[in-house]
């Protein structure tokens, strides 16, 4: 099976779209029209246009694509401010919060309308915010999955908890994992491909497959396809091989 995939997108509608060309047309010119795409999380904060973002993915799944989504972690940072404005998030340092310009949540906030969200009152943000988004935005993103297996491949947002059996792996560990996963060579018995961890290129490396390729920063957002342990980066010229980093 050939599987495409597309890493952390923060908002960036014009970029997602563009990745969903550069799959169109290699599933034209390799006739895979019924391969499926896997959004890998980070659908909001930073970029101009997270409720674009979000009603963008869920037509197309209602239109019966064949799209899969999972959650990110500022996707449950997102979720978490609109029940409480107050909770703090166990991955997050305990000195910031959603709201915070490093975070982007005022970014989300204002592409559902609200008037400089960074800039007033938490309650007052929070009471606006709960009447903009809409409900079918909040339960959409309630219900997205921490992790699919298609094939020979494992997608998650952050990464796992190496060693540790898939079904008893832990939404923080699958939203927020670094070092412990990025650090790990061993074979985790799939390739796992994810996002979060941000790079300048999508990187392969044996074991994984990192595709948050910076969108969030400015960069570009990586559309990939993946068959088997195998993956092309897609490009406007046709697909370009990763190669296995391994040290």
Do not use: C
């Amino acid at each position: 099976m050939q599987i495409y995939a597309i890493g952390d997108i923060h908002g960036h509608l014009g970029l997602l779209q563009g990745a969903h060309a550069l799959i169109a047309a290699d599933r034209a010119a390799y006739r895979n029209s019924a391969s499926p795409v896997v959004h890998v999380g980070d659908l909001v904060d930073r970029g101009p246009d997270s409720a674009g973002v979000i009603n963008y993915l869920m037509q197309g799944q209602k239109a019966g694509h064949p799209w899969h989504v999972l959650k990110g972690n500022h996707d449950r940072l997102f979720l978490t401010f609109l029940t409480d404005p107050w909770a703090h998030d166990p991955g997050l340092r305990p000195d910031l919060g959603w709201l915070h310009p490093r975070l982007g949540g005022p970014q989300t906030l204002a592409s559902y309308g609200l008037r400089e969200p960074g800039n007033r009152p938490v309650e007052q943000i929070h009471a606006e915010a709960r009447a903009a988004v809409p409900q079918a935005h909040r339960d959409w993103l309630t219900a997205l999955p921490t992790n699919l297996m298609l094939d020979a491949a494992l997608f998650v947002h952050a990464g796992i908890r190496p060693g540790i059996n898939l079904r008893d792996q832990t939404e923080d560990d699958l939203l927020w994992i670094r070092g412990p996963f990025l650090e790990d060579r061993r074979d985790h018995g799939a390739l796992v491909v994810h996002g979060h961890t941000a790079l300048p290129d999508a990187t392969h490396y044996g074991n994984r497959l990192n595709i948050d390729s910076s969108a969030a920063y400015g960069g570009p957002l990586s559309a990939v396809v993946i068959d088997g342990r195998d993956a092309w980066l897609l490009t406007p010229k046709g697909r370009t091989p990763l190669v296995p980093q391994i040290p």
